[in-house]
Structures are given as C-alpha cells and as structure tokens.
C-alpha cells in the first residue's frame, strides 16, 4: 500500500494565502461594521462587563487588603514558575524530569503528542495550566465572598483562562502549526472565509456554526415522523402523529418542549427519533411546536404560555379524540410550564391529565448549577431594559450563555477547528437543533428568570398565575421525572430535589450522559445506562446513585412500561384531526421553519 508524500511547504502558495485570508479577514470586519453603521446592532457597553469588574475587584480586595497575603500569593505563583523552570532545564539536558503539572486526561485541547514531546509545547501548557490553577485558587481561597459573588468569579475566572488557552492561537498550538505548514496556509484562508461567513450569517455577531446544515432539512432528513397540525394560535401548533399501529393507548400524550429551541430534538432521524418511537409503541402523540416569536408577541407572559400552550392543546386534543384526560410530557423548560399548569389544574380542580413525564425539568432553582451566575437582581433588571427596547431575548444571547457552560466544548473547540484549521463542522443533528435558537417574549422569559430562578417561588409555594397561588403538594398524578448525570442546565441534584415538592407517587430515574443525549437515547443505538432507586426524599443525589439499580442501555421502554402501568387500556388507532378539527398543514408545520 502506497501512502502519499507529505505535502511540502510552498512559499508562494503560502504568501497567497495569506492574502486571501487577509482579504477574506476584511470582509469579515465589513460585515461586522456594517450593521452597526445602519444602526440594526447597537454596541451598547456589555451590563456582563460591568458584572466581570464588580465581580473580580471583590476577589482583589480581599488579597490586597493585607500586603502579607499579597506576598504570600506571588509567592506561591513565582515558585511555581521556578520548579517549571527547573524541569524544562532539566529536560534539555537530558535528564528525567517530573512535570510541574500536567492536563486532565479528558482535556482534549493538549490531546496532541507534541504537547509533550516538544519541549517548547509542553513548557507553554504547563505554564498555562499552572497559571490557570493559580487563578482558580485567587477565587477558591478568598475568604468573605458571599456564594453568589464566588460562584460568579469562578465562572468568569474560568471564562477568562479558557479564552487564553494557548491552543486557541496559531503560533501555540502544534496541531494548527503542522496543518499551516502541511497546506502552506490555505487551512488559514479557509478558516477566514468560514469566519466572514458566520459574522454575515450572524449579521454582525459572529454566530459560530457548530454543524453542517447540509443534509439537515427539516421534513427531509429530520422531522419526519408523518403527522397533521390539527390546531394552531399566535404562540403555537400542535401536531398529531399518524399511528403505525392497529391499537393505541386509549389515553393520548401531549408533549410541550421548551421553546428557548425548536420541539425537533424528539423528533430527529427517523432511528433517534422519540416521537416517532412513541407512535411505534402504540401511543397516540400530539406536540406542541411553538412560535418563534417577534417584538409584536413580546408581551405575552407565562400566564399566556400556559392558557395558549398547555390548556388549548388539552381542548383540542380532546376534540381530536374524544379524550378528557392526557398523559403530559415536558422537557427542560417546558417542563417547568407544565409542572405550573398541573398546579394550576389543581388549585381549579380540573382533572385532564392522566400523568406527568419530566425530562431534564426543575421546579425547584436551589441547586440549579452554573446558570443561577447569570441570576440576581442586578443582571435581570439590566436584562429586562434591554429587552424592553426590543420586545424579545434575541435566541443568539441565550445560546451564548448556554455555550459558555461549557465553552472549551461549544465555542473554543470550534473556533480552533472552524476558524484556525479551516475544518468545517460535521452533519450534527444534535449540534444544528442546539444552534437553532428562538427568540423568547420578553414578559415570559422576565417572569421565568424573577419566579424560578431568582425567588424560587414555585417549590415555595407562593408563584401567582393567573390570579391563582399555585401549590406542587396538589399535584396527585403520578410522575416520572427524569434527570441526566451530566446535565450542566437542569442538574441531575436538582431534579432529585425538586421531585420530594409533588403531592403524588414520583418516580426519580437518572440517565446517563447530559441534558441532550441523555435523553434523545433510542434502545436501538445501546447507549448509555439509567438507574432506578425509589428512596427519593431526604436524601443526596450521592447516597441516592449508592443504593441506586443500574440498567443498560436507554431509559424509553422503562418509561413505556411506567406509562402502560398506569392505564393500559387500548382502541382502535386514530387518524390525524377529526371533523372537528381537520388537519391544517403536514407536520412540522410551518411555526419550527422560522429561524432567528
């Protein structure tokens, strides 16, 4: 077998190149500029700079308020630095020599073996990686922060040492050096048309594509699950699903997905597809799918949410089949809406739901992870001025904050791999619905941030919809709440705890993986694990996961049992719509094509 000759670094090739991506860099500064010339973007100061500064001068106070400890921390660095020193010397001379520090073996930034077969490389991670220990314990070893100021500067600090990574840069990082040799350059011209792309497709902001969208057609290659919109209003459509069997569950399920993204992530490729595995189980589906909506909606509030979400799917559902009661299924925040509109059901007595599925969903915000950084009272009025002016949180600002939970993963592996090595990004589905954002009504997403996060009120007890107090302790259906081990949006602690606030039988199940794969798991990939304990109340998520039952694979027929338990009975399959309701539109309908 004949392998090809390494490619040979071409000057020439290399200066044209260069120029291109100059060029190409110039484009990109163009279509930064130029809605800021017309006014569509405003380049308002940041309210999260003024966060950062107030955030981290706490943490410098602290150390230069006593000239001793001020030593004593450069110190410390400056030793450091010494060893470092010492080891590389070492090193040169051809002696063994320990590492001062070394990575995370999961740290896939150094991955690559000349991070530490090349001196040069492994002495530039190890100071930066003891440089980023030494900022980490700046926050850790402060004394007198209050929790919110500390949890701030840790996400920040890390923010910071994140973005400064010496494989973020072209001369530091020896994988991108080798690809700009190996191309003479051309990696570089690619990764600068790549970038003035995004910054235009972002008209202005740099929207960093983290897939491809070829081959990710909405009703082509995912979405396409047959089905009807049977009913639709400003706020949403809901869909029913054709049956693929002779008999189905008697009790139909309504699904409500978050609307901070499009309802398509249960219904991807037909095979990862938990719609359509559900209507293959013999259970009658309806999905909400909401608008994206536009300054004119931004008025619209929680309250609207659920009486145009929820409630008017529970009456058309019932027009469709005849049904009064439904099993409920919610994931991340639109489980959040149902868990208040099964409260508020209660409170009125009104008995439409069978049972409640929570996937990724909290109703308790006391251990909600690294979101509640974004959460006091400062952040949120800053936020609600800004989204007075225009109506609505632009989707992009959402899913920025929800990137930066885990930026090395969602914006700095990119930004090397994009915009340095010129590669672009693979047919994702997962990652193309994670980039299809929506826009959010700026009353609702208020009233979410200020009742949930902020107070906490609807596990307290004291969260007013509708002129009704709402009270999880009436909520008698049964539950199934389910939480993912790496969640880093609805922590699996959190929805442990939250699920002891529910009046009736709560099942508690943890998935394996995070906040997306954990629950798209289809049986048939073999994925992952769940586990099953049913001691739920005073309990840690570590004591739980002790005594907790592991089982292979996907958590779905688990769950489909848990429903069949309930109510088993079964009818005739029933086709889309009714004479009440005659089908609209083909499924997905045309509310989930509208892009930010």
């Known amino acids: 077998m004949q392998t090809e000759p390494a490619k040979k670094f071409d000057a020439e090739a290399f200066a044209m190149n260069l120029a291109r991506a100059m060029e190409s860099g110039g484009k990109a500064l163009a279509a930064y500029l130029k809605p800021r010339g017309t006014g569509d973007v405003k380049d308002n100061p940041p309210a999260d700079l003024t966060e950062i500064v107030k955030t981290l001068t706490a943490v410098a106070e602290y150390w230069l308020a006593d000239s001793e400890r001020s030593l004593e921390l450069q110190a410390k660095i400056g030793k450091d630095y010494l060893d470092l020193w010492g080891s590389a010397v070492r090193r040169l001379a051809g002696q063994e020599a320990m590492p001062a520090i070394a990575p995370s073996p999961r740290d896939k930034r150094f991955a690559d073996s000349e991070w530490k077969s090349n001196q040069f490389f492994d002495f530039l991670m190890q100071l930066y990686l003891l440089t980023a220990q030494w900022a980490g314990d700046l926050v850790h070893n402060a004394e007198g922060l209050d929790p919110h100021t500390r949890k701030k500067a840790e996400f920040y600090v890390q923010q910071i040492v994140n973005a400064l990574a010496p494989s973020n840069f072209v001369l530091t990082n020896p994988e991108v050096l080798r690809e700009t040799l190996a191309s003479s350059g051309e990696n570089l011209m690619r990764g600068m048309q790549m970038l003035a792309e995004d910054i235009e497709a972002g008209k202005g902001i740099l929207k960093i594509r983290q897939s491809d969208p070829v081959n990710l057609a ?36 309504l699904i409500v997905p978050p609307w901070i993204n499009k309802f398509y992530i249960l219904d991807l490729r037909s095979e990862k597809s938990f719609i359509k595995w559900c209507v293959d189980q013999g259970v009658t589906v309806f999905v909400i799918s909401w608008v994206n909506p536009d300054k004119s909606l931004g008025a619209k509030t929680w309250e609207d949410y659920m009486k145009q979400g929820p409630l008017a799917a529970l009456d058309a559902i019932e027009k469709a089949t005849g049904e009064m009661k439904v099993h409920t299924l919610g994931y991340c925040v639109g489980g959040t809406l149902l868990a208040t509109t099964l409260a508020w059901l209660a409170e009125k007595r009104r008995v439409r739901v069978t049972s409640a599925t929570l996937l990724a969903a909290q109703v308790d915000f006391t251990h909600a992870g690294d979101l509640l950084v974004f959460v006091d009272e400062g952040q949120i009025s800053a936020l609600e001025r800004d989204m007075r002016e225009s109506g609505v949180l632009e989707g992009a600002r959402m899913a920025m904050a929800f990137n930066m939970l885990r930026s090395n993963d969602l914006i700095w592996s990119y930004v090397v791999s994009n915009y340095l090595k010129g590669q672009s990004p693979a047919a994702f589905d997962l990652l193309h619905w994670n980039s299809d954002a929506t826009r959010m009504p700026a009353a609702n997403h208020s009233y979410y941030l200020r009742n949930c996060y902020l107070e906490n009120r609807l596990s307290s007890g004291t969260m007013v919809l509708d002129n009704t107090l709402l009270d999880l302790s009436k909520v008698k259906v049964p539950v199934y709440n389910l939480a993912t081990r790496e969640d880093h949006i609805a922590p699996a602690d959190s929805v442990l705890y939250g699920s002891q606030f529910f009046g009736g039988p709560v099942k508690y199940v943890l998935s394996g993986s995070g906040h997306i794969a954990g629950v798209v798991n289809p049986p048939a990939a073999n994925k992952y694990q769940y586990w099953t304990n049913d001691h739920i109340r005073d309990t840690s998520l570590q004591d739980w996961l002790k005594a907790a039952q592991e089982h292979k694979g996907s958590w779905w027929p688990h769950w489909r049992e848990w429903l069949a338990s309930i109510d088993a009975e079964e009818v005739p399959a029933r086709s889309a719509g009714s004479e009440a309701l005659p089908p609209i539109e083909d499924a997905p309908g045309s509310y989930v094509r509208v892009r930010s």
């Open 218 to 253: 909405l009703g082509v290659n995912m979405a396409v699950t047959p089905g009807k919109v049977i009913y639709q209003n400003e706020l949403m459509q809901l869909i029913q699903y054709e049956p693929t069997t002779e008999k189905v569950l008697r009790t139909p399920l």
